[in-house]
């Protein structure tokens, strides 16, 4: 069997897949570099690429990426619990995009912003810091689109988005480029779905860009609490 070859490495603001947009493209504002191995960081490999808006990236599961309710180590099970359904209904697990999957590798549509020599400038990613990539390829609108497709039960719900309070002295603690990007995962609902009607004024916190961000959720709207 051919072993996948690591040719970049994404680096990006999240260092844990909490907080992290669950799918690529949510949040627009989040952004990453990709960053070549030596072996593959030639610029004649990206010949053309600057003539497409968004790419593909075949990608694996990095050690910040994986929670400690992934148990690799275990056999593999056809069946998984969604978040979205409220961790209780079980799916195949080709029906979702679970982690807990046979083979530990992830599939996104990226927008490509820029290319800086070999590094290349991307927007709307779902992957942690220190991603492998395992391959790039261009998105093709005419191919890759297809308008009429069914999105099952993943279907998003308009209503899943929360009111972000977020205190003038602690959001000036945040780089601000950095802001927009952090107040959209926010408005997400960083929470597991099926902790989503909880309202008992748990704090919950992930690390962001380097900082430490706590908040609580009440109803509908969220909190940050602190910075650090």
């Not at 056999?75 to 978040?83: D, E, F, L, S």
């Not at 080709?94 to 490509?112: E, H, Q, W, Y």
């Amino acid at each position: 069997m051919t072993e996948l070859k690591k040719i970049a490495v994404l680096h990006g603001d999240f260092t844990t897949k909490f907080g992290l947009p669950r799918q690529s493209g949510v949040v627009p504002e989040l952004c990453g570099v990709i960053e070549f191995t030596d072996e593959y960081k030639n610029t004649d490999a990206l010949r053309g690429l600057e003539g497409y808006s968004h790419l593909w990236l075949i990608w694996g599961f990095s050690e910040g990426f994986v929670s400690r309710s992934d148990d690799r180590s275990a056999k593999w099970n056809p069946t998984i619990r969604p978040p979205r359904l409220g961790g209780n209904t079980r799916m195949g697990v080709f029906a979702t995009r679970s982690p807990n999957r046979p083979n530990p590798i992830g599939l996104s549509v990226v927008k490509l912003e820029k290319i800086d020599g070999t590094d290349l400038y991307v927007s709307g990613i779902d992957m942690v810091d220190d991603t492998p990539i395992y391959d790039i390829k261009p998105y093709l609108p005419h191919i890759d689109a297809i308008p009429d497709a069914l999105g099952g039960f993943a279907v998003e719900e308009n209503g899943d988005r929360l009111n972000v309070e977020f205190p003038d002295e602690l959001l000036a603690l945040i780089p601000e480029s950095k802001r927009s990007a952090l107040i959209e995962c926010l408005r997400g609902d960083p929470r597991p779905s099926y902790q989503a009607a909880r309202t008992d004024g748990r704090e919950y916190g992930f690390p962001y860009a380097g900082f430490d961000v706590k908040f609580m959720v009440h109803g509908t709207t969220l909190t940050v609490t602190d910075i650090k």
